[in-house]
């Protein structure tokens, strides 16, 4: 598959957040809703790694 551009990414992720639905993101950006799916879905599982990370230190213990 080709790859979306993170600019475009950014854009979906950014339309998204403002309450755009699915239709309204893929008529704005040319991206198909399963890609706008995959966007969303990868975007969450980042923040949520993240989130796990910044709470752990290099050592894997938790920061007090």
Known sequence: RP???P???K???RLREEGDSLRSIQEQT??????IRRI???NEK???GIKWL???TLHGKKNS
Do not use: Q, R
Not at 30 to 35: I, P, W
């Open 46 to 48: 980042a923040e949520v």
């Open 3 to 5: 790859k979306t551009s």
């Open 7 to 9: 600019k475009k990414e």
């Open 40 to 42: 969303i879905a990868d």
């Open 54 to 56: 910044n709470g752990m």
């Open 11 to 13: 854009l979906v992720l």
């Open 30 to 35: 040319g991206v198909a809703v399963k890609t």
